[in-house]
């Protein structure tokens, strides 16, 4: 069974703060992870990972995956308070059903 | 361009009685899937589809039903519900790659 660990489950720091969010996993044919940012509605896409070593950057956020060590990280720098969401990781496998296995979420509240 | 659209997005059921919640995507997506995201849990796949005509189960399938008739619609139908199915819904779908676009989600309470 496909399975995917987030970690801390919920983080409070304060504005200005780098933060960052982990992620394990251990999946059947591993295809790609995935990054979601939730507030309050629907998951919104942040990063798609396929290789290993080759960062994502999106502005403040930037996100990496190790696939020898099953893990990935998200990486928020400069955090404002518009970064208060509860962050996603999931993985898509070849294996069994398609779809996305998802982690429980990370938490994460900016205080001003 | 809508992206993925679900109604309604609030019902109130009670136990035993049935619904369906609908989907749309209007980017000509084949994948489509539906979630169930329960407090402080991460998302669930209930059950998916590959094309017009060909649906499968997820991980959570039972108390569920879904039918895939045009490439756009992909209802999903609640049969008896039941107090466990109170829980927010979301449907998605995507193209070849894994990125999986999602929609606004249902909140479904069973009383």
């Known amino acids: 069974e496909d399975k995917v660990v987030q970690s801390p489950l919920s983080l409070v720091v304060h504005e200005g703060d780098t933060v960052t969010l982990n992620c394990s996993y251990e999946?059947?044919?591993?295809?790609?992870l995935l990054w979601y940012k939730q507030e309050k509605k629907a998951p919104t896409f942040l990063f798609m990972l396929?290789?290993?070593?080759i960062e994502k950057k999106s502005g403040r956020l930037s996100s990496i995956l190790d696939k020898k060590e099953l893990f990935s990280i998200l990486n928020i720098t400069a955090t404002q308070t518009g970064d208060s969401a509860i962050y996603l990781c999931?993985?898509?496998?070849?294996?069994?059903?398609?779809?996305?296995?998802f982690g429980k979420g990370t938490h994460l509240i900016i205080q001003p | 361009n809508a992206g993925v659209t679900q109604t309604p997005k609030f019902r109130i059921l009670k136990i035993g009685q049935s619904m369906t919640l609908q989907c749309t995507q209007d980017?000509?997506?084949?994948?489509m899937y539906w979630y169930r995201q329960d407090p402080g849990m991460g998302l669930k796949l209930i059950y998916y589809?590959?094309?017009?005509?060909?649906?499968d189960k997820g991980e959570v399938p039972n108390g569920y039903n879904v039918s895939r008739s045009t490439t756009e619609d992909f209802p999903l139908r609640l049969e008896l519900a039941a107090p466990s199915q109170t829980s927010v819904y979301f449907c998605?779908?995507?193209?070849?790659?894994?990125?999986?676009?999602f929609g606004p989600g249902t909140r479904l309470t069973v009383t």
């Open positions: 980017m000509n997506h084949n994948y």
């Open positions: 589809s590959v094309g017009a005509g060909i649906t």
């Open positions: 998605a779908s995507r193209g070849t790659a894994s990125e999986q676009y």
């Open positions: 396929t290789s290993s070593g």
């Open positions: 999931a993985v898509h496998s070849g294996g069994g059903a398609d779809g996305l296995t």
């Open positions: 999946v059947t044919n591993f295809r790609s």
